[in-house]
């Protein structure tokens, strides 16, 4: 029959837990992160945090741990100080106890600290919403009302306030007037019994008020005696005035005690009736605590959070061991399950093969218990079934194991227990024996492991397990790399080759004799010495070939940062012959209108006098004048805006949709058009650019970016307030002189302008043509596509100037020119 587990069981079966987190040193992980938690609720989490083989909810965890890192990293700490362990009391009050004033206040100060915690909520932190943090906070239950009648009613733990009840009011009113009372009565006392006190003080004895009198007189006091001093020579009498007064008081203070009780009573069973929300706000605020301690301990140790794998891929990317220091400790790059199953790693003691392991292991653990882990981003880390590891010397006297027989019972341990998908970490693999029986032994738990589908990381000296390692499929060399010159390992871990263990070297540096070197040299056997030789000569080759690749790599980087500059500069060069164009079109055309406006005034003022036909034919002179500077301001702005277009287009991007009426830029035409239709099915669109049409797929167009757009707007905001203005002063008409017949040709040549620039020079050679008295024109255009002869036949059209115009017969351009008569 299947067993049936609840969901809680099936999660604690998921747990890694055993030895491999104390040799994996995790404890200590559990140490530094129970520091980073604030609550006592979040410590115990924090205390009982253990790696889980549940991917989903190793998952679920990382996400909640990174959603609390993003939010401390914007906008600080949560609010998290100020919540007592409330268990206790609300134990107590659920078996009938009425609780005190210190747990009272403390439960006040529990709701305050969630008032307090909820207010993270509102808009400040908005982009949080829909988290699992924020889920947790807003799930929070404010009881408000309770807190602040706590508050009012409670001073201190020991003093309870007068207004907590009318009753508890009245009471201290009426003692405060009877002690005051007795005070009156004793002071009077005092004074005619001077002689015979041996203090002129009242005192308060079994809290009844006395005076203390000289015991040898004490029969002159009448009245009751409470104590005597510890001599024997003073006795503290109530006299019999105030015996009725203190009684009265008695009962004042018991009716107080008990009024107090009662509102402590009161008070415990609004605790209680609210004890539910409590309860639920104790358990959101542990996973509150838990999920910001370990924000907090991924910032003290610019932790990442992994990406996460299910098929057992490690890719560690400048990975540090947490629990050494950030300033000693030496990243190093560790990546397994993709390509091979198994690295067998080798180099020189002290170079950094047994911290390596112990960081692969550890961060495992700790990505595997939702916390980040110190790495560069991009690192990799899976979920395991298991993970088992034997490092580090565990020979025990009492016991009676050597190193070999500690180490072959964590390995008999290990092969035990691999469930799934399994990392085996093992540090000097068949140590501590025979070296050829050690190294067997090694090769074929390596061949076991891999049979299994483990994952696994070993350390050995063995040239055995090196030739395993190339031998095998799925099976990769690698090795710590040791600087010869400096006689320093280097602490970077290279795949795909084997290490030399550098024992002589290493044996030299401490201090051996050259002779007994020399000597254990001579006693390899001459393969074992090549070997170690070429290992020795492929490291300092590797290290060349690195040197290179960083000079290249510093070059590329210099090469870049130069290109970018000269394009930077190139840009700004461009720019500024933009701006000077801009400006000198700018200055032309303000001298065009002031000359178009001192023409205007002119013709203004000979419409007035005109009084003859001379004058119609003079001002008929200076409409064609006035309409060719007009021209020619029309022609600057046009230019101007080309030039903009042209710039800022071909930088520009593909419109996204075409709207009817919108202008684009057509750079393969250098020209701006309007769309006067919606693409077609080949995506086709229709453009018009003065009485041009042309037809242009889409991907041929451009508009600008919406930062183009901006620096466009600014650009002409600027140019308005820049644009020089030129004093504007009369001027005569003889000043205008065109000697258009002697300039101007009787024939006009467009072929090769845009559609734009053949307009505006046709306009200008009309007007020319007119004021020079030429009749007979000869346009030539081409014949190409057509787009010019219509440019100039629909102007043609247009213009009253123009008595007729037909296209060129044989022997004068045919179709490619046109004829036209003037008026």
Same mark, same amino acid.
Not at 385 to 398: F, K
């Given at each position: 029959?299947?067993?049936?587990?609840?969901?809680?069981?099936?999660?604690?079966?998921?747990?890694?837990?055993?030895?491999?987190?104390?040799?994996?040193?995790?404890?200590?992980?559990?140490?530094?992160?129970?520091?980073?938690?604030?609550?006592?609720?979040?410590?115990?989490?924090?205390?009982?945090?253990?790696?889980?083989?549940?991917?989903?909810?190793?998952?679920?965890?990382?996400?909640?741990?990174?959603?609390?890192?993003?939010?401390?990293?914007?906008?600080?700490?949560?609010?998290?100080? +100020? /919540?007592?362990?409330?268990?206790?009391?609300?134990?107590?009050?659920?078996?009938?106890?009425?609780?005190?004033?210190?747990?009272?206040?403390?439960?006040?100060?529990?709701?305050?600290?969630?008032?307090?915690?909820?207010?993270?909520?509102?808009?400040? !932190?908005?982009?949080?919403?829909?988290?699992?943090?924020?889920?947790?906070? +807003?799930?929070?239950?404010?009881?408000?009302?309770?807190?602040?009648?706590?508050?009012?009613?409670?001073?201190?733990?020991?003093?309870?306030?007068?207004?907590?009840? @009318?009753?508890?009011?009245?009471?201290?009113?009426?003692?405060?007037?009877?002690?005051?009372?007795?005070?009156?009565?004793?002071?009077?006392?005092?004074?005619?019994?001077?002689?015979?006190?041996?203090?002129?003080?009242?005192?308060?004895?079994?809290?009844?008020?006395?005076?203390?009198?000289?015991?040898?007189?004490?029969?002159?006091?009448?009245?009751?005696?409470?104590?005597?001093?510890?001599?024997?020579?003073?006795? /503290?009498?109530?006299?019999?005035?105030?015996?009725?007064?203190?009684?009265?008081?008695?009962?004042?203070?018991?009716?107080?005690?008990?009024?107090?009780?009662?509102?402590?009573?009161?008070?415990?069973?609004?605790?209680?009736?609210?004890?539910?929300?409590?309860?639920?706000?104790?358990?959101?605020?542990?996973?509150?605590?838990?999920?910001?301690?370990?924000?907090?301990?991924?910032?003290?140790?610019?932790?990442?959070?992994?990406?996460?794998?299910?098929?057992?891929?490690?890719?560690?990317?400048?990975?540090?061991?947490?629990?050494?220091?950030?300033?000693?400790?030496?990243?190093?790059?560790?990546?397994?399950?993709?390509?091979?199953?198994?690295?067998?790693?080798?180099?020189?003691?002290?170079? +950094?093969?047994?911290?390596?392991?112990?960081?692969?292991?550890?961060?495992?653990?700790?990505?595997?218990?939702?916390?980040?882990?110190?790495?560069?981003?991009?690192?990799?880390?899976?979920?395991?079934?298991?993970?088992?590891?034997?490092?580090?010397?565990?020979?025990?006297?009492?016991?009676?194991?050597?190193?070999?027989?500690?180490?072959?019972?964590? %390995?008999?341990?290990?092969?035990?227990? %691999?469930?799934?998908?399994?990392?085996? %970490?093992?540090?000097?693999?068949?140590?501590?024996?025979?070296?050829?029986?050690?190294?067997?032994?090694?090769? !074929?738990?390596?061949?076991?492991?891999?049979? @299994?589908?483990?994952?696994?990381?070993?350390?050995?000296?063995?040239?055995?397990?090196?030739?395993?390692?190339?031998?095998?499929?799925?099976?990769?060399?690698?090795?710590?790399?040791?600087?010869?010159?400096?006689?320093?390992?280097?602490?970077?871990?290279?795949?795909?080759?084997?290490?030399?263990?550098?024992?002589?070297?290493?044996?030299?540096?401490?201090?051996?004799?050259?002779?007994?070197?020399?000597?254990?040299?001579?006693?390899?056997?001459?393969?074992?010495?090549?070997?170690?030789?070429?290992?020795?000569?492929?490291?300092?080759?590797?290290?060349?070939?690195?040197?290179?690749?960083?000079?290249?790599?510093?070059?590329?980087?210099?090469?870049?940062?130069?290109?970018?500059?000269?394009?930077?500069?190139?840009?700004?060069?461009?720019?500024?012959? #933009?701006?000077?164009?801009?400006?000198?079109?700018?200055?032309?055309?303000?001298?065009?209108?002031?000359?178009?406006?001192?023409?205007?005034?002119?013709?203004?003022?000979?419409?007035?006098?005109?009084?003859?036909?001379?004058?119609?034919?003079?001002?008929?002179?200076?409409?064609?004048?006035?309409?060719?500077?007009?021209?020619?301001?029309?022609?600057?702005?046009?230019?101007?805006?080309?030039?903009?277009?042209?710039?800022? =287009?071909?930088? =520009?991007?593909?419109?996204?949709?075409?709207?009817?009426?919108?202008?684009?830029?057509?750079?393969?035409?250098?020209?701006?058009?309007?769309?006067?239709?919606?693409?077609?099915?080949?995506?086709?669109?229709?453009?018009?650019?003065?009485?041009?049409?042309?037809?242009? @797929?889409?991907?041929?167009?451009?508009?600008?970016?919406?930062?183009?757009?901006?620096?466009?707007?600014?650009?002409?905001?600027?140019?308005?307030?820049? #644009?020089?203005?030129?004093?504007?002063?009369?001027?005569?008409?003889?000043?205008?002189?065109?000697?258009?017949?002697?300039?101007?040709?009787?024939?006009?040549?467009?072929?090769?302008?845009?559609?734009?620039?053949?307009?505006? @020079?046709?306009?200008?050679?009309?007007?020319?043509?007119?004021?020079?008295?030429?009749?007979?024109?000869?346009?030539?255009?081409?014949?190409?596509?057509?787009?010019?002869?219509?440019?100039?036949?629909?102007?043609? !059209?247009?213009?009253?100037?123009?008595?007729?115009?037909?296209?060129? #017969?044989?022997?004068?351009?045919?179709?490619?020119?046109?004829?036209?008569?003037?008026?």
């Amino acid at each position: 029959m299947y067993k049936r587990t609840t969901f809680e069981e099936e999660s604690a079966r998921k747990r890694i837990k055993g030895r491999v987190l104390v040799t994996l040193e995790f404890d200590k992980i559990s140490q530094r992160l129970e520091e980073c938690s604030r609550t006592v609720y979040g410590r115990e989490l924090c205390v009982e945090i253990t790696p889980t083989s549940d991917y989903d909810e190793v998952n679920e965890e990382l996400t909640e741990t990174n959603e609390t890192f993003t939010y401390i990293s914007k906008y600080g700490f949560l609010p998290l100080g +100020g /919540f007592p362990d409330l268990r206790p009391a609300l134990k107590y009050a659920h078996a009938g106890g009425t609780l005190s004033m210190r747990q009272l206040l403390d439960t006040a100060s529990f709701l305050r600290s969630v008032e307090r915690l909820k207010a993270v909520m509102p808009d400040a !932190a908005s982009d949080m919403d829909g988290t699992v943090l924020f889920e947790r906070i +807003g799930g929070l239950v404010e009881v408000s009302s309770l807190e602040k009648d706590i508050s009012a009613s409670i001073n201190s733990e020991d003093e309870m306030n007068d207004r907590a009840s @009318k009753t508890l009011y009245d009471i201290r009113r009426n003692k405060r007037e009877l002690s005051g009372s007795v005070r009156s009565i004793l002071d009077r006392v005092i004074k005619t019994n001077e002689d015979i006190l041996q203090e002129k003080v009242i005192t308060i004895r079994n809290d009844r008020y006395c005076i203390p009198v000289i015991a040898d007189f004490k029969g002159r006091i009448n009245g009751i005696v409470h104590d005597t001093s510890s001599t024997g020579q003073t006795v /503290f009498i109530e006299p019999m005035a105030v015996v009725e007064i203190n009684n009265k008081l008695r009962e004042l203070q018991s009716a107080e005690e008990a009024e107090i009780v009662r509102i402590l009573g009161e008070l415990t069973e609004r605790v209680l009736g609210s004890s539910g929300s409590i309860e639920s706000d104790m358990s959101l605020i542990a996973q509150i605590d838990f999920c910001s301690a370990k924000a907090i301990l991924a910032q003290e140790m610019d932790a990442v959070m992994p990406v996460l794998s299910k098929d057992g891929v490690i890719d560690l990317r400048k990975a540090r061991h947490p629990l050494i220091s950030k300033d000693t400790v030496v990243p190093v790059d560790i990546k397994i399950g993709d390509k091979y199953k198994t690295l067998v790693i080798t180099g020189p003691n002290t170079g +950094g093969k047994t911290v390596s392991l112990k960081t692969c292991g550890l961060l495992t653990l700790m990505a595997m218990s939702g916390l980040m882990i110190p790495a560069a981003v991009g690192s990799t880390a899976s979920v395991f079934d298991r993970v088992l590891a034997d490092i580090g010397d565990e020979q025990s006297i009492e016991q009676s194991l050597s190193t070999f027989s500690a180490h072959m019972s964590n %390995i008999v341990f290990i092969l035990k227990n %691999i469930r799934g998908k399994s990392l085996v %970490i093992l540090d000097e693999l068949g140590s501590g024996t025979d070296p050829d029986e050690g190294a067997a032994l090694a090769v !074929a738990i390596l061949e076991n492991l891999r049979s @299994k589908g483990c994952i696994t990381l070993a350390t050995t000296h063995y040239k055995e397990l090196k030739a395993y390692a190339v031998s095998t499929d799925e099976v990769v060399n690698g090795a710590f790399e040791f600087d010869n010159e400096t006689l320093m390992p280097t602490y970077r871990l290279i795949i795909g080759r084997p290490g030399s263990s550098n024992a002589f070297i290493i044996s030299k540096k401490l201090g051996l004799p050259e002779n007994v070197i020399n000597d254990a040299k001579s006693r390899l056997d001459s393969d074992e010495y090549k070997l170690g030789r070429l290992i020795e000569q492929s490291e300092r080759d590797a290290r060349k070939a690195q040197s290179l690749m960083d000079s290249n790599d510093a070059l590329r980087k210099r090469l870049e940062d130069q290109v970018r500059a000269l394009e930077e500069e190139k840009a700004a060069l461009k720019a500024s012959k #933009t701006r000077i164009l801009n400006e000198t079109r700018a200055e032309q055309k303000a001298l065009l209108e002031e000359k178009e406006e001192e023409l205007i005034s002119l013709m203004k003022e000979m419409r007035k006098q005109k009084n003859n036909s001379s004058a119609d034919e003079a001002l008929a002179e200076m409409e064609k004048v006035r309409r060719r500077l007009r021209a020619g301001m029309e022609d600057l702005t046009d230019d101007s805006r080309d030039d903009e277009l042209k710039d800022k =287009g071909l930088a =520009g991007e593909v419109p996204s949709e075409i709207k009817i009426g919108q202008e684009y830029y057509v750079p393969s035409l250098q020209m701006t058009a309007v769309a006067t239709s919606l693409p077609s099915r080949s995506k086709v669109v229709q453009l018009k650019a003065g009485p041009m049409k042309v037809s242009v @797929k889409i991907d041929q167009l451009r508009v600008m970016t919406k930062e183009q757009q901006d620096s466009s707007n600014k650009a002409s905001e600027k140019k308005k307030k820049q #644009t020089p203005k030129v004093d504007k002063t009369a001027s005569k008409i003889r000043e205008l002189r065109f000697d258009s017949a002697a300039r101007t040709s009787s024939e006009l040549m467009l072929i090769g302008m845009r559609g734009d620039e053949a307009l505006s @020079k046709l306009e200008r050679y009309i007007d020319d043509c007119s004021l020079g008295g030429i009749k007979s024109v000869r346009i030539v255009h081409g014949k190409g596509t057509g787009i010019l002869r219509s440019i100039v036949t629909d102007f043609l !059209a247009r213009d009253p100037r123009v008595e007729s115009y037909r296209p060129g #017969t044989q022997g004068e351009g045919d179709d490619g020119v046109t004829i036209a008569r003037l008026i």
